[in-house]
């Protein structure tokens, strides 16, 4: 079935620091894949989406290139910020019977220090 | 536009109560979906909604129920509670359930059984 796995962390970093969170899927043909952040006491927000192969989303410094020959979905930042302290969740949204339905990774702490 | 509602924030009841949790979509859009996020499982669907049907159900017992109104409001229900379904309940809402539309996602609902 459809499924996602990311690095887990706690990631700690400082301030400036050039951030990568892996996330590779396991999905019957090519979903749509996402990334989400969760601040503390709140729900997720999308972060940015890539809809077909080679693709790339980004958003507030963030991107991830949909890479099928490898089936990942890599975030990364180049200097990321105290404010940028969240989880972040790796997700594909299921097809056919599941379509709609969204399969997270277990997310990933990021801690940025100033 | 006003975002995804949920009510009650936070909630505490005992073992074998049950519960009845509120998710308000955003205004126009049809489709509800529900997640329990708890730090040993991580993120997982339990059901779907679209136009007052059930279109896609997780793994998750009976005692885990939903429903949608005309207007697009759903309600959750967890009967016979145990102490493991204590967890944060998310409901996302979207215009309909294709898989490249955005989910916005509610506060959640924090539920601590004791």
């Known amino acids: 079935g459809d499924s996602v796995t990311q690095m887990e962390g706690p990631v700690t970093l400082s301030e400036e620091a050039f951030l990568t969170i892996n996330c590779t899927y396991t999905?019957?043909?090519?979903?749509?894949l996402f990334w989400y952040v969760q601040y503390p006491g709140e729900g997720l927000q999308l972060l940015l989406k890539a809809t077909k192969a080679d693709d790339k989303g980004s958003n507030k410094g963030f991107e991830a290139t949909y890479r099928k020959e490898t089936t990942s979905f890599h975030l990364e930042k180049g200097s990321v910020q105290v404010s940028d302290s969240a989880v972040y969740f790796c997700?594909?949204?299921?097809?056919?019977?599941?379509?709609?339905?969204?399969?997270f990774g277990r997310g990933t702490q990021l801690t940025v220090w100033p | 536009k006003a975002g995804v509602t949920q009510t009650p924030r936070y909630l505490i009841k005992t073992r074998g109560q049950q519960v009845t949790l509120s998710c308000s979509p955003i205004?126009?859009?049809?489709?509800v979906s529900w997640y329990q996020q708890t730090p040993g499982q991580g993120l997982q669907f339990l059901f779907e909604?679209?136009?007052?049907?059930?279109?896609n159900k997780g793994n998750f017992p009976g005692r885990f129920s939903g429903r949608q109104f005309s207007n697009s409001r759903s309600e959750m229900n967890v009967s016979t509670l145990e102490l493991g379904d204590s967890a944060l309940y998310l409901c996302?809402?979207?215009?309909?359930?294709?898989?490249?539309?955005?989910?916005?996602f509610g506060p959640g609902t924090r539920l601590t059984v004791l």
């Open positions: 999905a019957t043909g090519y979903p749509s």
């Open positions: 997700a594909l949204v299921g097809r056919g019977s599941t379509l709609g339905r969204l399969y």
């Open positions: 996302a809402s979207s215009s309909n359930p294709g898989s490249d539309n955005e989910q916005f």
């Open positions: 909604y679209f136009s007052e049907t059930q279109r």
């Open positions: 205004s126009g859009h049809r489709s």
